[in-house]
């Protein structure tokens, strides 16, 4: 049985590590809402800090201006 690897980010590409996409890619995104299911504004506060990084990191490159989209938005309560 394959183990399992954690889709995390590789600095300071923001890429993910496991399987190449922009990071948080759909599985890093699941895993996050599973380990923050039950304090959603703690999620937006870890994801802000790294949206902060990541914008550090991407400054001048194509894409940057999605950020916000990329890190936040997608993890506010429905």
Same mark, same amino acid.
Do not use: K, N
């Given at each position: 049985?394959?183990?399992?690897?954690?889709?995390?980010?590789?600095?300071?590409?923001?890429?993910?590590?496991?399987?190449?996409? #922009?990071?948080?890619?759909?599985? *890093?995104?699941?895993? /996050?809402? $599973?380990?923050?299911?039950? !304090? &959603?504004?703690?999620?937006?506060?870890?994801? #802000?800090?790294?949206?902060?990084? *990541?914008?550090?990191? /991407?400054? $001048?490159?194509?894409?940057? !201006? &999605?950020?916000?989209?990329?890190?936040?938005?997608?993890?506010?309560?429905?």
């Amino acid at each position: 049985m394959p183990r399992y690897r954690p889709h995390v980010a590789a600095r300071p590409s923001w890429r993910c590590r496991v399987c190449g996409a #922009a990071w948080p890619c759909s599985p *890093a995104r699941l895993a /996050l809402l $599973g380990e923050y299911r039950e !304090d &959603r504004i703690g999620l937006l506060i870890y994801l #802000a800090a790294l949206f902060y990084e *990541a914008a550090g990191d /991407l400054a $001048g490159q194509a894409g940057q !201006d &999605r950020l916000t989209d990329r890190f936040i938005t997608w993890a506010r309560a429905r």
